[in-house]
């Protein structure tokens, strides 16, 4: 009976033996792809996190596309040239040798203007006007003969009327398309109480359109010798700060009603006597001097004339006060510069 059971207990095991080889085979085979799909999946995790390393860090493969490198490329290319080009411009200008085209197209500096004079005029004063016109001012081609020659710029200095684009507006916008020689202040509203406003902004603005030496105001009722006024000028450019003009002082009027009432008559002292300052007729001033007005228009103070307005400005200032009696306008004198109609 011992010997039979255990007879029976080794041939169960040699059945169930295959079953379990193939088992483990199954097992085992199974494992490997595990192992194997999880290896693969960890080298594509691997290449990837590589590739964003490198990106992030600027390393490996550039951010930019081909077209942008091929654009960098011919900018690099292009400034290489431009570079050899001007050192090759240097050279030949340290040779003495210009471009054809260079020496073709390049104009020769313009000359600053040596003054801008300003012809205060107004409403209903063409009468004065073209007597001037007449007299020395000129027009048309003998008015930009005598801007390119003598260095002479002259404009009737006018400003809007209080109804803005009225048949006033009108006739001044036609009488400047006859003769193309008025300096329209647009925001300066045209009144007699307001010349010294407006003489201020005659000297601000002009100083903007035009770089000249000089700038001078002068009446509408006033003829001026060009030939005498530009050798005055001439004698004082190396004076950068200059106010030139026939020099003057007078009584205060304290009382309204009169001719020459001052409202702010209370600011001259007791004794009611004007600083010196140029006669309203004509006076000019540097370059200096009218870009001060310039700068300073909205807080320079004005009186009620324009003279008086005008040398106020300068009182603090290192200025040169010239005191010519050419530039007297009550009558016309030899080698006299201005007169009064």
């Not at 964003?52 to 493969?61: A, N, P, S, V």
């Not at 004079?117 to 001012?137: E, P």
């Not at 006024?229 to 009603?257: N, W």
């Amino acid at each position: 009976m011992q010997s039979k059971g255990s007879n029976y207990h080794r041939n169960g095991l040699v059945f169930r033996s295959p079953i379990s080889a193939l088992l483990l085979c199954t097992i085992a085979a199974m494992a490997s792809f595990y192992v194997a799909g999880r290896l693969w999946q960890d080298a594509e995790n691997r290449v990837y996190l590589g590739k964003e390393l490198d990106r992030i860090t600027g390393q490996g493969k550039s951010a930019i596309s081909v077209d942008d490198t091929l654009k960098i490329i011919g900018c690099r290319e292009q400034q290489k040239k431009l570079t050899a080009l001007e050192m090759e411009l240097a050279a030949a200008r340290q040779e003495g040798f210009v471009s054809k085209h260079l020496s073709s197209t390049k104009t020769p500096p313009k000359k600053r203007p040596l003054v801008v004079i300003g012809v205060l005029t107004g409403f209903g004063r063409k009468n004065n006007r073209d007597v001037i016109r007449k007299a020395w001012m000129a027009t048309g081609e003998a008015l930009r003969k005598m801007e390119d020659q003598k260095g002479v710029i002259a404009r009737f200095v006018i400003g809007r009327s209080a109804n803005r684009g009225d048949s006033l507006d009108r006739g001044i916008d036609i009488e400047n398309r006859n003769y193309n020689d008025f300096f329209i202040l647009d925001s300066h509203v045209e009144s007699s109480e307001e010349l010294p406003k407006k003489t201020k902004y005659f000297f601000a603005h002009a100083a903007e359109r035009w770089e000249a030496e000089y700038y001078a105001k002068v009446n509408d009722d006033v003829y001026v010798n060009i030939d005498a006024l530009g050798s005055t000028l001439a004698a004082h450019l190396d004076s950068p700060r200059v106010y030139i003009g026939c020099m003057k002082s007078g009584e205060v009027f304290s009382e309204q009603g009169q001719k020459w009432y001052e409202p702010d008559w209370w600011k001259f002292g007791d004794g009611k006597t004007y600083f010196r300052h140029a006669s309203g007729e004509m006076f000019v001033v540097s370059k200096a001097l009218a870009k001060f007005v310039s700068i300073n228009r909205s807080i320079l103070r004005t009186y009620a004339f324009d003279d008086v307005s005008t040398g106020s400005w300068f009182i603090g200032l290192d200025v040169k006060h010239i005191d010519d009696k050419k530039f007297c306008c009550a009558s016309w004198s030899t080698g006299g510069i201005c007169a009064g109609a």
